[in-house]
């Protein structure tokens, strides 16, 4: 496996990066290494250029980067928290570990095998989207379905792809002999009826029970059981259910044997559980029982770089012959417009777009259904919003004037070479400023010295 290292202010620890190659890994300094990909960083002493260097080379937590400590002292909690946040993978303290290269490889090989999986056709036809937030929730799905039998939760947002995430666990669980996918809309379920659709009933149970009837449970045997939206199961109904998620087994409707019953259980909701639970409107103990893992699914707002992606995915499978381009009207309407129903919102949007356009050329604002045009120019309102809440944020974290000033600025600069792939002098001209003057403040940042510099 090949990765890159960077000694950060300290000199280049040979025997270290000998005993890597034993181990497996085939590591390169960074300067030589010549693309983002897997990496290490190994420092002393955490400083503001230790994190500068994990965002550049992480880009914001999207490539693997493990940040190692090669002091004999302890590392603090906060250094390993701000480390995280800054987009490290993992962080430890080399000296600590009795097998140090085993453990590193340990981690890159299990870190391959997730990304391997995320960038695949499966995942990538059915789940587009590039952004950090994405691809962190799409390694924490892939993860927890490939690598364990674990219940799972997934929440978000209506319209954020829940059920497109259990399918995904469901088809990435790896048991031989997989049943089927059984999904239960907890919105629809009469109370009447409840017991009859999760544990079915006996012939005569009831009246108009006139044959027998298999539930949730027994079709879910050997497969997955999703339970959507599962924060609306009213209190009595999530008690009833405490029993077959635990033990796996329960009673049909009029009949008197325990049945079994095998499954892996996902559930999704749009609900925050805990305040459910705070207001005495969802069962603490059957919380804990459906969420040994929990995956949170960003909005739209939260991945605004994936809408462009989005779109021409959807335009792809609505249009496979040939899809049309987006004209740079549209393009800046659709990156402005909100989405309150998240992606399936865009879908919709997007369909409706194709649904009228005509001819061989891009789609153009006419294309745009009339009431779902512009009023106005809110454009500089949406944005001064948008700054201010990401401001009140770091004021609240307890983040100066300087310190916002300075993230401000190299967040811009980071955003805008990336889209240009790197292009100093297109990324300058977006910025306002000469690239010269964009090269200044890039290597102003820098650290001096012994393999420390950011390499554009």
């Given at each position: 496996m090949e990765l890159w290292h960077c000694f950060l202010g300290i000199e280049p620890h040979l025997p270290l990066i000998e005993s890597l190659n034993q181990a497996g890994l085939r590591s390169k300094d960074h300067k030589s290494y010549g693309h983002?990909?897997?990496?290490?960083?190994?420092?002393?002493?955490?400083?503001?250029?230790?994190?500068?260097?994990?965002?550049?080379?992480?880009?914001?937590?999207?490539?693997?980067?493990?940040?190692?400590?090669?002091?004999?002292?302890?590392?603090?909690?906060?250094?390993?928290?701000?480390?995280?946040?800054?987009?490290?993978?993992?962080?430890?303290?080399?000296?600590?570990?009795?097998?140090?290269?085993?453990?590193?490889?340990?981690?890159?090989?299990?870190?391959?095998?997730?990304?391997?999986?995320?960038?695949?056709?499966?995942?990538?036809?059915?789940?587009?989207?590039?952004?950090?937030?994405?691809?962190?929730?799409?390694?924490?799905?892939?993860?927890?379905?490939?690598?364990?039998?674990?219940?799972?939760?997934?929440?978000?947002?209506?319209?954020?792809?829940?059920?497109?995430?259990?399918q995904l666990v469901h088809?990435?669980?790896?048991?031989?002999?997989?049943?089927?996918?059984?999904?239960?809309?907890?919105?629809?379920?009469?109370?009447?009826?409840?017991?009859?659709?999760?544990?079915?009933?006996?012939?005569?149970?009831?009246?108009?029970?006139?044959?027998?009837?298999?539930?949730?449970?027994?079709?879910?045997?050997?497969?997955?059981?999703?339970?959507?939206?599962?924060?609306?199961?009213?209190?009595?109904?999530?008690?009833?259910?405490?029993?077959?998620?635990?033990?796996r087994t329960y009673k049909r409707v009029g009949g008197n044997a325990w049945e079994k019953t095998e499954f892996r259980l996902v559930c999704a909701t749009n609900r925050n559980l805990f305040e459910e639970q705070a207001n005495a409107r969802f069962r603490r103990d059957f919380y804990y029982r459906i969420a040994s893992w929990t995956c949170h699914l960003p909005c739209l707002a939260e991945r605004r770089e994936d809408i462009l992606v989005l779109a021409k995915h959807f335009i792809s499978q609505l249009r496979p012959d040939e899809p049309p381009e987006l004209d740079d009207a549209v393009r800046q309407y659709l990156l402005e417009r909100e989405y309150p129903g998240n992606v399936?919102?865009?879908?919709?949007?997007?369909?409706?777009?194709?649904?009228?356009?005509?001819?061989?050329?891009?789609?153009?604002?006419?294309?745009?259904?009339?009431?779902?045009?512009?009023?106005?120019?809110?454009?500089?309102?949406?944005?001064?919003?948008?700054?201010?809440?990401?401001?009140?944020?770091?004021?609240?974290?307890g983040a100066s004037l300087k310190e916002i000033e300075r993230a401000a600025g190299v967040l811009a600069e980071k955003i805008v070479i990336e889209e240009e792939q790197g292009n100093i002098q297109r990324a300058a001209v977006r910025l306002g400023v000469s690239d010269r003057a964009l090269q200044i403040r890039r290597a102003a940042r820098r650290p001096n010295g012994n393999g420390a510099a950011i390499v554009s």
């Open positions: 983002n990909g897997p990496g290490i960083v190994f420092f002393k002493e955490f400083s503001d250029h230790l994190l500068d260097l994990l965002r550049d080379k992480s880009r914001q937590g999207v490539e693997r980067v493990l940040a190692i400590s090669l002091s004999r002292r302890a590392l603090e909690p906060n250094v390993i928290w701000n480390l995280l946040a800054g987009g490290a993978a993992d962080v430890f303290a080399w000296h600590r570990c009795r097998n140090p290269a085993q453990e590193i490889l340990a981690r890159f090989q299990r870190w391959k095998q997730v990304d391997t999986i995320v960038a695949s056709p499966l995942v990538k036809e059915n789940l587009a989207g590039r952004s950090a937030a994405w691809i962190r929730s799409l390694r924490q799905i892939v993860e927890v379905a490939t690598f364990t039998d674990s219940s799972v939760l997934i929440t978000g947002e209506s319209g954020t792809g829940k059920e497109l995430f259990a088809t990435l669980d790896t048991r031989a002999s997989k049943g089927s996918l059984v999904v239960c809309d907890c919105t629809t379920i009469v109370p009447e009826l409840s017991g009859s659709e999760f544990f079915g009933h006996e012939r005569g149970a009831f009246t108009g029970a006139v044959a027998a009837r298999k539930g949730a449970f027994a079709l879910a045997d050997g497969g997955t059981l999703f339970l959507d939206e599962v924060g609306e199961l009213p209190l009595n109904l999530q008690a009833e259910l405490l029993r077959v998620i635990q033990e399936r919102d865009l879908k919709q949007l997007v369909t409706r777009m194709i649904q009228h356009h005509v001819g061989p050329g891009a789609i153009t604002a006419g294309d745009i259904p009339e009431l779902e045009r512009p009023r106005g120019d809110r454009s500089d309102q949406r944005y001064e919003e948008e700054l201010e809440t990401a401001v009140r944020s770091a004021v609240t974290l």
